[in-house]
């Protein structure tokens, strides 16, 4: 049986088979959205379940309006911020921690003990502190990607491949030299896998933060238009941000691709 | 001094080497003395696990001894060094550079310019028939031309002492063979000293002045054979040669006696 299917699948041309397999990719999709169509008027009342359809053409009108560029705007500015600091603060302390016995004692309990609070539970406490806007929304994605980063970097720089460092060391590499020459370029393929696992995470950490209080930002439109009521607005504004961070996903990994030539 | 002696002189004495991770402690090698002289291609052969490569490293100063000392034309070895320069069992090769930048890698380190390195790097890549591969990364390489590449790699930056620690192991046979001729062709050429580590007797006394056998685990010196072969012959000639077979086979006795202690008297 697999066998058959194996020899028949080898007889359609690619470009066929990709677009079949892409087809297919997007079956569970189109299968959810046709039930959504359905049940909204008939299983579930169409004033707080709009049909897909409604909520297109009130994607269309914010997006014609120019309503939601500003604060689309505003959230990606603060995921980018927050996770940029994630990745400057998370690879030093990875590495840090991979290579520095007394910086891996320091942290090592501080982050196992970090690890499982919901980022998000601290925005009450963050908004205390820095009130309600962007530092808030920042510091929770900051903090909830940090994590991913951290772990991925000090597993990677743990396991550097003793025999490059010998290498290295023997053609006159030492010091800081081997930090740049032989750690870093070892460690960056799953630093990279570290940032991948982090976007999504940096997506739900700033809507949730944005959600429980902000004065901007799509997870801001989504509390509004929900609190009113308005909600083929709230789903539209769920979807958008949806695409966005499925993009932002992908063109992420056509990136690593081009750097990670060498893997 | 009138007799020419070449740079290049290995002395290791009453080596001891103890791995301790804390919770273990093993005895790799013990109580071993060994001088190889500057220019003198040295085989070390012995059972797995009797310490072949710790023997290696610690000369290439990666690791550091318990006890005993090794220098290198009498000054006592201080970590690695571009005097000695290793060509590792498994490769070692940067994969995020190219054949190209791995060759140049300790010509980089030596401060050499681009053109310099470049076309030192090249003589050793056409030396090691990789020409065409300059810009390939190692995972587009057989196992065979990458074994070439850490050779070229640790020519180009001209170690006097070679140590190379079963570098044609995973090859097939006449890629073996090819990259022997290559490397005692090489040998002669550069006046280097080698320090071959293989599991294979053959290899050993073909390419070797002198052939160490180490006994199994602890590792020390079981003892040492002389190889006196007429290198100027071609290969079959050399290995049908009596002198060939008989050092052949006496390496080979001693070295069985250490992998099957079982059936000694
Ligand atoms: N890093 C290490 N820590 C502890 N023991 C080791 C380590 N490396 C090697 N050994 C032990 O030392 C002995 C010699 O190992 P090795 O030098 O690799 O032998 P060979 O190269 O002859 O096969 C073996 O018993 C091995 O298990
Ligand atoms: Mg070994």
């Not at chain 1, 909600?231 to 504004?237: D, E, G, I, L, S």
């Not at chain 2, 300790?106 to 050793?124: I, M, N």
């Not at chain 2, 090489?186 to 080698?194: A, E, S």
Request: negative net charge.
């Amino acid at each position: 049986m697999s066998n058959v299917s194996v020899r028949s699948v080898d007889a359609v041309p690619a470009p066929l088979l990709r677009a079949g397999k892409f087809l297919f990719d997007w079956i569970p999709l189109v299968i959810l959205t046709v039930l959504w169509e359905y049940a909204s008027g008939t299983a579930v009342p169409a004033e707080i379940l709009p049909p897909p359809t409604r909520v297109v053409g009130e994607i269309q009108e914010l997006i014609v309006s120019g309503e939601v560029y500003s604060h689309l705007f505003t959230s990606l500015f603060r995921i980018g911020v927050g996770l940029g600091l994630s990745i400057a603060v998370g690879v030093l302390l990875g590495i840090g921690m991979a290579r520095l016995d007394p910086v891996e004692d320091f942290f090592e309990v501080l982050l196992a003990l970090t690890y499982p609070i919901p980022k998000t539970a601290l925005v009450p406490l963050a908004i205390l502190w820095l009130g309600v806007g962007t530092e808030t929304a920042v510091l929770i994605v900051f903090l909830a990607c940090l994590l991913p980063i951290v772990l991925n970097a000090y597993n990677a720089a743990e396991n550097v491949d003793k025999n490059l460092v010998w290498a290295a060391k023997m053609m006159g590499t030492d010091g800081r030299q081997l930090f740049r020459k032989v750690v870093i370029p070892a460690t960056i393929p799953e630093i990279l896998t570290g940032v991948r696992q982090a976007i999504p995470i940096a997506f739900i950490a700033l809507v949730s933060a944005e959600l429980i209080a902000s004065d901007k930002g799509i997870g801001y439109l989504i509390l509004t238009a929900g609190q009113v009521g308005n909600y083929p607005t709230m789903f539209a504004n769920i979807v958008i941000i949806s695409a966005v961070a499925f993009f932002a996903v992908r063109g992420y990994e056509i990136l690593r691709e081009r750097v990670l030539v060498w893997t | 001094m009138t007799e020419r002696t070449l740079d290049g002189h290995v002395s290791i004495s009453n080596l001891e080497k103890v791995y301790d991770d804390g919770a273990e402690r093993t005895t790799a090698i013990k109580d071993l003395s060994f001088d190889i002289e500057g220019g003198e291609f040295a085989s070390i052969v012995g059972p797995s696990g009797c310490g072949k490569s710790t023997l290696l490293y610690l000369v290439a100063g990666f690791l550091d001894e318990t006890s005993g000392s090794i220098e290198v034309d009498g000054d006592p070895i201080d970590g690695p060094g571009t005097d000695r320069g290793v060509v590792f069992q498994d490769y070692a090769l940067f994969p995020w550079r190219t054949v190209m930048e791995n060759v140049t890698y300790g010509l980089e380190e030596q401060g050499y310019t681009k053109e310099e390195r470049r076309s030192r790097a090249q003589k050793y890549i056409d030396m090691m028939d990789l020409s065409g591969f300059e810009d390939n990364y190692p995972k587009e390489l057989s196992g065979g031309m990458k074994q070439r590449v850490g050779l070229a790699r640790t020519l180009a930056y001209d170690p006097k002492i070679l140590l190379m620690d079963e570098p044609f192991g995973a090859l097939d046979q006449p890629l073996r063979e090819s990259l022997q001729d290559q490397l005692i062709d090489i040998w002669g050429d550069l006046d280097k000293t080698v320090v071959f580590v293989t599991h294979d007797v053959e290899e050993a006394v073909y390419l070797s002045d002198t052939v160490m056998v180490m006994t199994r685990h602890p590792g020390t010196k079981k003892n040492v054979t002389k190889v006196d072969l007429d290198r100027s012959q071609t290969r079959e000639a050399i290995i049908t040669s009596n002198e060939f077979t008989e050092t052949k086979n006496d390496v080979w006795k001693s070295l069985r006696e250490e992998t099957q202690p079982e059936v000694q008297p």
